[in-house]
């Protein structure tokens, strides 16, 4: 009976070491993919968005079309930033000559307002601009992860952030 139990184990072993490894390495393969080309795209648009001080309709639109051929579902984070300069007061109201550097923040629902009728969202020398890219739907990797580990797949694997400040303005 011991004989028995050893070769059971020995042929799940050679199974596991014949066909699910290779099929894991594969799609982790996959996922190290997905994640050169969102970091690629995420780079080429926001580089392009910083040097030209703003984002057109269909660079994003470029850029959410690479995304989906990857095969995964992505949320998207945008944030603009912009600088915004305030003058300092006294007490009486008299003005200091100073100004205080602030920045108002413009989120993915403004940004993307303005692209969806095709249109060029301005950003001025000095604003920030950022992105964030995460998948939402779990990627075959995940899945089979979650069948030998037990792992959840809701949290996301790939997450890739870029963008920085504006180094030019569009006239």
């Known amino acids: 009976m011991e004989q028995v ?6 042929i799940i072993l050679s199974v596991i070491l014949m066909f699910v490894v290779p099929i894991m390495n594969l799609y982790e393969r996959q ?7 969102i970091t690629t795209q995420l780079n080429q648009m ?7 001080g703003g984002l057109d309709a269909s660079a994003y639109h470029a850029f959410l079309r690479a995304l989906d051929q990857t095969g995964n579902g992505y949320s998207i984070s945008l944030e603009h930033y912009e600088k915004v300069y305030v003058p300092v007061y006294n007490e009486g109201g008299l003005f200091m000559e100073d100004y205080h ?8 629902d403004d940004i993307e307002a303005v692209l969806n009728t095709g249109g060029f969202y301005p950003m001025n020398q000095g604003d920030m601009f ?15 992860r979650q069948i030998l ?7 996301p694997t790939l997450i890739v952030r870029g963008g920085g400040m504006v180094r030019h303005e569009s006239y």
């Open 5 to 10: 139990l050893w070769k059971i184990l020995g």
């Open 31 to 37: 996922d190290n993919i997905s994640y050169n080309i």
């Open 46 to 52: 926001t580089d392009s968005v910083r040097d030209i």
């Open 101 to 108: 550097i602030s920045y108002e923040g413009f989120y993915k």
């Open 130 to 144: 950022f992105v964030s890219v995460q998948n939402v739907t779990p990627t075959k990797s995940q899945m089979v």
């Open 149 to 155: 580990h037990g792992m959840d797949s809701s949290y």
